[in-house]
């Protein structure tokens, strides 16, 4: 079996220690519930299991610094050898940037991805969080409508400067212009409400992207804060048919 790093170990414990504070949460709560109608030879014994939570949390939480003192002599050698690099060789490092995967996206959608979101898909949509992540989700269910930031990994033609959106018949634009998954850096961005959470899945409304795409944040919306009144539409009030269009952006049923 391959042996995991310290980074990895401890990743496991706060996982643990987020199962292990959301399992301690629930037995108080349901302690509080059942008081009034059951005996206190329950209670108590309920509240022994509660002390038990607790008392693995104190024993995780060594286990963690336990793993911080051990990394102590590694973080040392590493600034050692950071001072001798050339500064020319940390500017050039300066200018890259790596992002990881944190879970990834599940939807219907395996060989074709329509171009937005379609409301009327009722099918099951969600993102599935990596478990080391799951205390990173806690009160987001508190919102109704979340950002999902992703990694458009299946993009295989060639990026450009210029882009045609599918919709506009031929109306060329600039990349940042568009919503078009051919840019510079692919990272896709959608507005989805939420629906329920479950562990580490995040039930959402239909997302416009493919089975496994690759998570790399999540945001809450924020109503004022995110919503702009006086937003417009942009060049797309140029395009012939403005109006035929408008319907289909707002999702207005329309015979034509």
Partial sequence: MENLSNEEINKLLSYWISHNTQHKNDVKKWVDRIKPSTSQVLVNH????????????????????????????????????????????????????????????????????PYQ???EDQRVFKIVVDPQYLES????????????L??????SRDINDIVSPPWTDGAKVGAF????????????????????????NVFISSIDCFDGTPLLDIKPYIKDLDSKCDANYGWIEDLDGYEHLLLHIKGIPHDY
Avoid: C
């Fill in 46 to 113: 309920l509240e022994k299991v509660n002390e038990l939570y607790e008392e693995m949390e104190k024993v995780f939480n060594s286990a963690k610094n336990e793993v911080a003192n051990s990394n102590n002599g590694e973080n040392l050698e590493i600034k050692k050898q950071e001072k001798k690099e050339p500064i020319l060789k940390k500017e050039k490092e300066s200018e890259k940037f790596k992002l990881k995967k944190i879970g990834k996206i599940r939807t219907p959608y395996i060989d074709t991805a």
């Fill in 117 to 119: 979101p379609v409301e």
């Fill in 137 to 148: 989700l806690y009160k987001l269910d508190k919102f109704r409508y979340i950002y999902v």
């Fill in 150 to 155: 992703y990694y458009i990994h299946l993009v």
């Fill in 177 to 200: 212009a568009s919503r078009s998954p051919l840019r510079p850096n692919l990272i896709g961005l959608s507005v989805v409400q939420l629906k329920k959470i479950e562990e580490n």
